[in-house]
């Protein structure tokens, strides 16, 4: 392909790509096919000859398109959203003509320099603290910074690195060798609520840490006190505290964790404290939202995914650190290969010292498109507008009679159940076999029916339906069919009872 043929073929795929957004709502948002349906039509080998592009392009529509689960249909409610945007989507073009291999400032300055320069502004725009910025307002260098991770389960595994750096150098100063304090590393616990994500244990599986998960109370929160009784029965057993995750909007409810009273105990026990919003940071945009984040100012590091519901393509996942010390010196390694600049400044960072791999894409073009094309105030719309339907969903809901809510409805999350009332006979109580049944039935047929798709979760024992609104292109209309697609399942439901 040569650039005629690719200028060509470039304006045909952007035609595609704008026919599939402008049809999406027509398409069932969920693929209907079996495991295994791709291996029995594709040929066992790659082609020895080239392929002409319309033969692709056929096999994308005819093999390709089947397989599909449409993440950014509006219809989609079933995990958090993964916002796409067309300037995210004509970043990530740039990017591509670029192909960078990024890991230090001399590989493309301006890749370097415009993550700091975005990071900063991403990181004002949803309010954090001073002190998590690259370049103070004097223009030298912060001791915090900001940095663009692949997803937040890779920005789990590095402030764990960070925090287990911190908690060895501390040992060092109260005297330890240090083969004395590395022996110590296995003594090293990191807490976590029973709502904490998933992305947690897995990053203390990759360090090879001790756990503790922290039951959580009916309002599914990680509180001091029942963090502060943790610690207390690890370190009588001779254990380390050394890490401790607070949440922002758990994915189960997008409950918010007693922030103040982690970091209050964090401070108190030297551990790293970091607070996982990787859904619901994006709502800090608006000031409305800030007060309910009141304590992540004393947190270590913070993190959200701007892929998710801040209109940037996947991966964009915002990581800040207060002091990017112990990041950089548990991942830094010097090779003769990785030259320095010439005069070092503010702006030489090398963020392969702030990461796990060595090599990185251009991903702050993406995000510096949607910063500049959208503006702070088209993001707090977005934002706003989604939490609004959400709210709308919720009085809907608990209007009609056969449901109850069972968390509060906060940002874009409406998490709900039919109600024991709605499915009772009436010579009879619901057990709640039967009622999480009939919730676990509601989900079913609202996704049998086609056009949306749902997803159920548990909350201690208890079914509950999720209906995640977010997606960047979906309106009021798909949440109206949300409520028609439930009230229409749950007297099926209730009706073959």
Known sequence: MDVNEFRRRGKEVVDAIADYYENLDNVPPLSAVSPGYLYKIM??????DPESFEDIQADIKTKIMPGMTHWQSGNFFAWFPSNSSFPAILGDMYSSMFNIVGFNWICSPAATELETVVMDWLGKLVGLDKRYMGIKDDGTEGTGGGVIQGTASEAHIVVMIAGREKALERLKAQGLSEDDADKMRY??????????????QKAANIIGCKTHTVSTGNDLRLTKQALQAAIAADKAAGLIPFFVCGTFGTTNTTAIDDLPGIAEVAESEHMWNHVDAAYAGAALVCPEFRPLAAGIERADSFNFNAHKWMLTNFDCSALWVADSTHLVNALSIHREYF??????????KNYRDWQLPLGRRFRALKLWF???????????????????????????????????ILAPTVFGLVVFRLKAGAIAKSDQDTNLESLNKANTDLVAYCNEDGRLFMLSTQLKGVVAVRVAIGSSFGTQKN?????????????????EL
Request: net charge negative; proline share 5%.
């Open 479 to 495: 949440v109206d069919l949300v409520l028609d697609v439930l009230k229409e399942s749950a007297s099926r439901v209730i009706a």
């Open 187 to 200: 003594k090293f616990v990191a807490y976590f609520s029973d709502q904490t994500h998933s992305a947690g």
């Open 43 to 48: 040929p066992n080998e790659a082609p020895e």
């Open 339 to 348: 030259p320095p600049a010439e005069d070092s400044t503010s702006f030489v």
């Open 370 to 404: 949607v910063l500049r094309m959208y503006g702070a105030s088209g993001i707090r719309a977005h934002i706003r507008e989604h939490a609004r339907q959400a709210k709308w969903l919720e009085e809907k809901l608990l209007a009609d009679g056969r449901f109850e």
